[in-house]
Nanobody, 130 residues
Framework: EVQLVESGGGSVAAGGSLSVSCTASGVISDDFDMAWFRQPPGDECELVTSISSYGATYYVDSVKGRFTITQDRPKNSVDLEMNKLHPEDPAVYYC????????????????????????WGRGTQVTVSS
């Protein structure tokens, strides 16, 4: 069974930087992308960024140029570096191993952790103070 555990996150002033990391146990097929989702309070879960087994990346427009995803696939780890954090970025950030093609149109869903898309971590809080 695949289990994902996030670390990092926390609180930072607007314009600052934070990193979150994730390590997975178990075997993750190369069909799965490693990804970070986020869910602000009262809002949907959105795909922030993903990276395929061969390194192809996706970023939602709102984080392009500010966030960077990296992975060490043999170690089943994925990191997210977040720079120039905005007051709109606070959320619970979830690590996931996802079948990208299975995501709904718009790559958003009601709640992070929904079954049927892959494997999820439990999330880590990111807070940005203005």
């Amino acid at each position: 069974e695949v289990q994902l555990v996030e670390s990092g996150g926390g609180s930072v002033a607007a314009g600052g930087s934070l990193s979150v990391s994730c390590t997975a146990s178990g075997v993750i097929s190369d069909d799965f992308d490693m990804a970070w989702f986020r869910q602000p309070p009262g809002d949907e879960c959105e795909l922030v960024t993903s990276i395929s087994s061969y390194g192809a990346t996706y970023y939602v427009d709102s984080v392009k140029g500010r966030f960077t995803i990296t992975q060490d696939r043999p170690k089943n780890s994925v990191d997210l570096e977040m720079n120039k954090l905005h007051p709109e970025d606070p959320a619970v950030y979830y690590c996931a191993a996802i079948l990208l093609r299975s995501l709904p149109v718009g790559r958003r869903m009601a709640s992070c952790g929904e079954k049927g898309f892959g494997y999820w971590g439990r999330g880590t809080q990111v807070t940005v103070s203005s």
